[in-house]
């Protein structure tokens, strides 16, 4: 079995995780839970702070939030020195809750409202990435008539098509998000941008996908970015500063997923960007990413408690857990795949096939298909790894299942980061009928 970051097997045959046994996780908070091992947090944001800072590059680390936002991870991504990516009112609200340095969060997203828009620049926040000719036009009138600046970056989709799901690309030509390189949008949105008096142009940004798991991809975005800028340079002598590559790099959710080390792509992308800014002559520019799956992914465990079991002659042995899709929709969204184990009882033999299902009320509520577990007991606790990105951040109250309790440990602590949602809670924004 694979086990993540700090998970050990106690002698009582527990899992642990971060020197704390989850089966005691489990009574203290309840099921579901995601529990965050914070160290394995720590360890993957150095491995992309460090490497850049090894090779002498000027570099961002922004944390893509939208992975997982919560006051906690904010903070603990402060304290890793990293940058933070929202894409929402919501997770901007979140990173200044949490007293999230400003001029280090940078703002996404394909359709900004103005409020959102209006939001970011009285925070004062570090950088707006342009996603469309709209925006464009909706920025320059609201910081013309507050006469602020704002950092800006033009996103552009580079034709670039990573090894992924299909759902999960985003490098496309047809894509919803961004400018096209190679159809003269992208050029067109540079000439309304590059003089703009509060508007302050600073290079460009893509992001190919999700879930890459070789470095080429990204070497090729960034050859087909930095001749972008080098074409600029020349024709309007303007000098971009900043390029950022954009997240996606791969986890193991399986053995199907063989991922690479933080710093190889980094060094990968640091190679590529530096041959080609040679290559054409413009100063090396600060290289920025946004890893948001390999930062928080594998550091999150899911603790079910199993309830039913249904055996289907000569077919399938169904086992049925305290959440689901509520808390963790991406088989169903994705047919993503996960490895799992029994947290009271990781010694024993793994004699049987089961189907994990979900509670809630669809076929398609099922978190595992055919896993090999010991023989399964109703009240044994059922650990899937790999949980800690788009799982709680996708939770949903479908069926008003209450969604899960969120812990942190580290170094034999741990801690609620976010409180199990309570019927009440729920029915808090109900108005009862009046008439
Ligand atoms: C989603 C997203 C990311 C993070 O992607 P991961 O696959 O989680 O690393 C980074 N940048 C942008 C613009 C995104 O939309």
Not at 148 to 175: C, N, W, Y
Request: hydrophobic share 40%.
């Amino acid at each position: 079995m694979h086990l993540y970051g700090t998970q050990t097997v106690t002698s009582e045959g527990h899992l642990a995780i971060g020197g704390v046994d989850t089966v005691e996780l489990a009574k203290e908070y309840g099921t579901p839970a995601f529990i965050y091992d914070i160290a394995l947090f720590r360890e993957r944001a150095r491995g992309f702070v460090e490497t850049f800072k090894k090779e002498n590059v000027k570099a961002q680390v922004a944390y893509a939030s939208k992975a997982f936002s919560a006051v906690a991870i904010y903070q603990v991504a402060q304290q890793e020195g990293l940058s933070v990516d929202v894409v929402s009112g919501g997770e901007l609200f979140t990173a200044l809750k949490a007293g999230f340095p400003t001029e280090k969060i940078h703002f996404h997203g394909n359709n900004k409202s103005v409020e959102e828009l209006t939001y970011a620049l009285d925070a004062k926040i570090g950088c707006i990435v342009i996603d469309n000719f709209y925006e464009i036009e909706l920025l320059k009138q609201l910081t013309r008539e507050r006469q602020q600046k704002m950092a800006v970056l033009i996103r552009v989709t580079p034709g670039v098509e990573a090894h992924t799901h299909d759902f999960i690309t985003t490098g496309q030509a047809d894509s919803k998000f961004g400018f096209d390189l190679s159809n003269g949008q992208a050029d067109e949105a540079f000439k309304a941008l590059y003089k703009d008096e509060y508007l302050q142009l600073k290079g460009m940004h893509c992001h190919i996908g999700s879930q890459i798991f070789e470095t080429e991809a990204f070497s090729l975005a960034a050859k087909k970015v930095v001749d972008k800028m080098a074409e600029w340079k020349q024709q309007y002598a303007f000098e971009a500063t900043v390029l950022n590559l954009g997240g996606g790099f791969g986890i193991r959710y399986t053995a199907e997923d063989a991922p690479l080390e933080p710093a190889v792509y980094v060094d990968d992308m640091i190679k590529a960007v530096k041959k080609e800014a040679e290559a054409f002559g413009i100063e090396l520019p600060e290289i920025w990413i946004e890893p948001g799956r390999s930062l928080v992914g594998d550091a999150g465990t899911t603790l079910y408690t199993v309830g039913s079991h249904k055996t289907v002659p000569d077919v399938r042995e169904y086992i049925a857990v305290d959440g689901g899709m509520s808390d963790n929709i991406r088989p169903a969204l994705y047919e993503a795949k996960y490895e799992g184990a029994i947290a009271n009882n990781m010694n024993a033999a793994l004699t049987t096939n089961y189907t994990v299902a979900g509670k809630l009320c669809e076929s398609g509520d099922k978190i595992i298909e055919d896993i090999k577990l010991p023989e399964v007991q109703t009240g044994d606790i059922l650990a899937t790894f790999c949980t800690g990105a788009y799982g709680y951040s996708m939770a949903s109250n479908y069926n008003r299942v209450g969604r899960p309790a969120v812990v942190f440990v580290e170094n034999g602590n741990h801690q609620l980061a976010v409180k199990r949602e309570s019927y009440e809670d729920m029915a808090q924004l109900d108005i009862e009928l009046k008439w």
